[in-house]
């Protein structure tokens, strides 16, 4: 099995970082992984977005041109990519910063308040997490088990405080129910 | 086996740079490849080596042939128009007959370009790569962990045979992420008598140049030259064949290029066409004998490339025009997609069968 996954946003969302936690997720769990970054003149409040392909069998091409997974963190990256989702796949939007509905009907679409949720919660900077959390919950591309190992991949020792704040984020859009 | 990590690619060219021991690393930035030169500041200063930012690519490509004079370990990297600067040192360099690692994450060209991925540096990397009769030897990854692997090679290629290796990639190479496992190379050692290291007064001067005004001199320099490199084409052709045992469509492809044709040869594969794929890893020396010994059961070659088509006259000599080799590729930093390889494939098998 094969899934491509496109996270899609703003730049300075942590669109980046989330993909690379779920490389690192999919690693560690004996699968074959790339993950790619847009890497144009980005800069912070552009758009950004990275392809993450984890399989049984090496991957081929590491781009992302249709995805079975969507994940738009803004209006823009909804308005680009909604059309490219592979049919019966999947886009899970987050419905504080993208007031619209996804207008396809041919995939399973999962509204998620991620940037709600994460200012309710006072981890404001982790509602990248908490949509990650739900793609956890709502594709097997990777398992809730073991959040801690691949984190600490990711998290750099420095910011120690920050694997605990990850981890209740990834769990909260695990737990989410729309 | 080393522990698996994810790594860009950059940063493996890096670390495993530093694993084969290098220590004297130079370079200008420029997107796609920037990583490298950051990756080498942070580290460098921890082992006792030498991070130096030039002032210009020019600069860097000197620096690293005053270095590689002594017999040390030294590179560096740029992209496209910052290698076209560099093209007078690499002549120089190997009019002096020097071991160098030179990394060029390729991104759009003509002139400044673009910075997204290309493969359009083909023909400058491996017809030379500036004035005069020379070659380089030209390396071209398809994955972080050959990126990292080559690099270790390609110092070990430059050692033996005191010459440029060219880590040749493109800008996805560069920016993906895979997992590397990175481990200490073998370490093999190399005759380096002719290193300009002092003589302590007890021997004669060695003496680095490239400069020879008898042309009789000269030109003996030149036939010894392209004799090494006879023994390099001889010696140190690397490819991978995918499918190939029964193909009767064959694919030329290399670095990310490859990696889209992969997806397209079992997309055809699994519609029952016979489609198989030729990656070369060394872009020079080429892999002559394998696309010859292909034509004689290929019906169709297509060269799918990031450019508008270079590597394609490689195949076309290579099978001496005995089979007709096609072009699927797109420019300026795009990238074919598997449905447009597989587009061209069917496009092939149907004329087949006709």
Not at chain 1, 84 to 93: F, K, S, T, Y
Not at chain 2, 7 to 26: D, P, Q, S
Not at chain 2, 226 to 236: H, K, L, P, S, T
């Amino acid at each position: 099995m094969t899934t491509q996954i496109l996270i899609a946003g703003f730049g300075g969302q942590g669109v980046l970082f989330s993909g690379k936690f779920l490389a690192y997720k999919a690693m560690m769990e004996n699968k074959e992984v790339s993950w790619l970054p847009s890497y144009g003149p980005e800069m912070r409040g552009g758009t950004a977005n990275c392809s993450v392909i984890v399989s049984d069998t090496p991957v081929g091409s590491p781009i992302v041109d249709k995805p079975d997974v969507l994940i738009a963190m803004n209006l823009p990256s909804l308005d680009k990519y909604e059309d490219a989702v592979v049919p019966g796949g999947i886009i899970i939007v987050d419905s504080t910063l993208i007031a619209r509905k996804v207008k396809r009907t041919d995939v399973k679409v999962y509204y998620i308040p991620a940037t709600q949720m994460a200012s309710d919660e006072g981890i404001t900077t982790l509602a990248n997490m908490i949509i990650l959390g739900q793609l956890i919950r709502v594709c097997d591309a990777v398992s809730d088990e073991n959040l801690e190992a691949s984190l600490k991949k990711v998290v750099s020792a420095r910011r120690a405080d920050m694997l605990d704040l990850n981890k209740k984020a990834i769990e909260l859009g695990v737990n989410y129910v729309g | 086996m080393a522990e698996k990590v994810l790594m860009k690619g950059n940063e493996a060219i890096a670390e495993a740079a530093i694993l084969a021991g290098c220590r004297h690393y130079f370079g200008y930035p420029i997107t796609p490849q920037t990583e490298v030169a950051a990756y080498m500041a942070k580290r460098m200063p921890k082992i006792g080596g030498t991070f130096l930012q030039a002032e210009s690519e020019v600069a860097a490509i000197n620096m690293v042939m005053g270095v590689a004079a002594t017999g040390k370990r030294t590179m560096t990297s740029s992209s496209s128009p910052g290698i076209s600067l560099k093209s007078e040192g690499l002549s120089y360099i190997a009019g002096c007959d020097l071991p160098t690692l030179v990394v060029n994450v390729e991104r759009g060209g003509p002139g400044l370009g673009g910075i997204q991925p290309s493969q359009s540096d083909y023909f400058q990397a491996t017809r030379g790569g500036g004035h005069g009769d020379f070659h380089m030897i030209v390396l071209a990854p398809a994955s972080v962990q050959e990126m990292a692997d080559l690099t270790i090679h390609g110092f070990d290629l430059a050692d033996k045979y005191r010459m440029t290796s060219m880590i040749l990639a493109d800008g996805t190479m560069g920016q993906m992420m895979e997992p590397v496992s990175l481990e200490a190379p073998e370490v093999h050692t190399y005759d380096k008598s002719w290193a300009v290291t002092g003589t302590n007064c007890e021997r004669e001067h060695n003496i680095v140049n490239s400069l020879y005004l008898v042309p009789e001199a000269l030109e003996k320099t030149n036939f010894e030259r392209y004799e090494r490199y006879r023994m390099i084409e001889e010696n140190e052709v690397m490819y991978e064949e995918f499918m190939m045992d029964d193909a009767e469509i064959c694919i030329a492809a290399f670095g990310v290029a490859a990696r889209v044709s992969k997806n397209a040869v079992l997309a055809a594969r699994a519609e029952g066409i016979k489609v198989g794929m030729i990656r070369p890893i060394t872009l020079w020396p080429f892999p002559k004998a394998v696309f010859a010994k292909a034509a004689e059961h290929v019906h169709t070659f297509i060269s799918v490339e990031l450019s508008m088509g270079q590597m394609i006259e490689d195949v076309q000599l290579a099978t001496k025009c005995t089979r007709p080799v096609l072009l699927c590729n797109r420019a300026g930093g795009m990238i074919p997609s598997p449905e447009e390889v597989l587009a061209k494939i069917k496009e092939v098998a149907g004329g087949m069968s006709k």
